[in-house]
Nanobody, 128 residues
Framework: QVQLVESGGGLVQAGGSLRLSCVAS????????MGWFRQAPGKEREFVAA????????????YYADFVKGRFTISRGNAENTVYLQMNSLKPEDTAVYYC?????????????????WGQGTQVTVSS
């Protein structure tokens, strides 16, 4: 049974940083494409960042939503079964519940439909 557990959310002032973590269990982590999404109150869940699964000597490919480029960085530690989201220069509009997602059927994915498994979410609140 696949489980995804996020951590690292919290309250931070605008301009600050947070690092989210998501630990995966139940399947071979290195074979999974991983993504981060977020959902603010009254809004639909939206794509934030994704990282492809590793294949042989190929480096992982990273994907970002335009509104986080240059501020957020996604990475993965396959030995730790963990995907990270480093968030810098946070803005009040980044306030949302952040969700980790996993997909074993595609090399990389950027839409909610493509992800098979989801974590429970972690709250990020950015004060002005």
């Amino acid at each position: 049974q696949v489980q995804l557990v996020e951590s690292g959310g919290g309250l931070v002032q605008a301009g600050g940083s947070l690092r989210l973590s998501c630990v995966a269990s139940g399947r071979t982590f290195s074979s999974a494409a991983m993504g981060w999404f977020r959902q603010a109150p009254g809004k639909e869940r939206e794509f934030v960042a994704a990282i492809s699964r590793r294949g042989g000597s190929t480096y992982s490919t990273r994907y970002y939503a335009d509104f986080v480029k240059g501020r957020f960085t996604i990475s993965r530690g396959n030995a730790e079964n963990t995907v990270y989201l480093q968030m810098n220069s946070l803005k009040p509009e980044d306030t949302a519940v952040y969700y980790c997602a996993a997909n074993w059927s595609r090399a990389g994915a950027t839409t909610t439909n493509e992800y098979e498994y989801w974590g429970q979410g972690t709250q990020v609140t950015v004060s002005s």
